[in-house]
């Protein structure tokens, strides 16, 4: 959330217009009656919410959910605040970091924080059992690429798993072109020069990250290709925001409205219905569109959600 936009004397959303935990974890057992066996809490920064162990509690209850996980830049997580997590049902985390220079860091997450802090967080994770812990690095040509071999020598011989993500053009705010998208290929080529890697079968059908692994042994990453090799025909994904929006899309520019349906008295069965009405209707195909058409689409121009507001 650039301070350029969301400063000091930004007008946040009032409290009454977020999701209660309750409306929360109704959606998210809803949705697991129509399949769904994986959460993940992210944002923004989901540490800022309040008590949010507790919603991890509730969710964590719901019999259909298998994982659960975190998505957070590190900032917050002491290690009680991990292991409180841990207690609750959070079985893993993933941490953003983008660069380990400090400088370049703070260029690039505009925060107030040392790279330390972040690399502390992966640790406190990782101690109280909420493994492996998966650190995200998204690459810009010319402002971090020259991250990527010192991020992968940090974290090489680790039980971390270190992936990089290209340059995505979410939201309208970040500057996108596709000359400053590091490509997943440029990414494997740079690290396999130094440390040979050969490739890892996924974990799961549609798993988003392509897998490697060291020869010698010393761990594995992941490359999230989505402007270079988009996957939209295998993604299960469906975002839902703080206000109750749901989203099917992380490049959309516009959602369904849940919590109207939540607060008006809808039985389960209705809400049920309207999900399953607005799943089997989705036409999203963002990705292979602009990877086919590149720059200069029409759907480039159009107002989207930021990544702050759906996370990623």
């Not at 059992?129 to 991250?147: S, T, Y």
């Amino acid at each position: 959330m650039p301070k350029a936009l969301f400063g000091a004397d930004h007008a946040f959303l009032d409290r009454k217009d977020l999701l209660t935990f309750e409306e929360i974890t109704r959606v998210a057992r809803l949705f697991s009656e129509l399949g769904v066996e994986k959460l993940r809490l992210t944002g923004g920064e989901p540490l800022v919410r309040r008590d949010l162990e507790r919603l991890v509690g509730a969710l964590a209850r719901l019999p259909a959910i298998r994982d659960m996980s975190l998505t957070t830049n590190g900032a917050l997580l002491t290690r009680a605040r991990a292991r409180a997590l841990g207690d609750a049902g959070l079985r893993r985390i993933t941490v953003s970091l983008d660069a380990l220079d400090d400088a370049v860091f703070a260029r690039i997450n505009d925060v107030a924080f040392p790279v330390a802090r972040v690399l502390e967080a992966v640790e406190h994770a990782h101690a109280v059992g909420l493994r492996p812990v998966k650190v995200n690095m998204v690459v810009k040509r010319g402002m971090n690429d020259d991250q990527i071999l010192p991020m992968a020598e940090y974290f090489r011989g680790t039980p971390h798993i270190l992936r990089f993500i290209e340059f995505m053009d979410v939201g309208t705010t970040n500057g996108w072109r596709l000359d400053d998208v590091v490509s997943a290929q440029e990414i494997l080529s740079r690290i396999d020069r130094y440390y040979p890697l050969e490739v890892v079968t996924p974990n799961y059908p549609g798993e988003v990250a392509n897998r490697w692994r060291y020869r010698d042994g010393a761990g594995e990453i992941g490359i999230i290709s989505s402007v270079t090799r988009p996957f939209c025909g295998g993604c299960t994904r469906a975002r839902l925001s703080a206000e109750g929006t749901l989203f099917t899309c992380l490049f959309a520019h516009r959602g369904r409205d849940l919590r109207a349906a939540l607060r008006t008295g809808s039985s389960d069965r209705e809400i049920l219905g309207l999900l399953g009405r607005i799943w089997s209707a989705r036409e999203d195909r963002y990705s292979e569109i602009r990877s086919a058409r590149t720059e200069g689409l029409e759907e480039a121009r159009t107002p989207r959600i930021e990544m702050s507001y759906i996370g990623g």
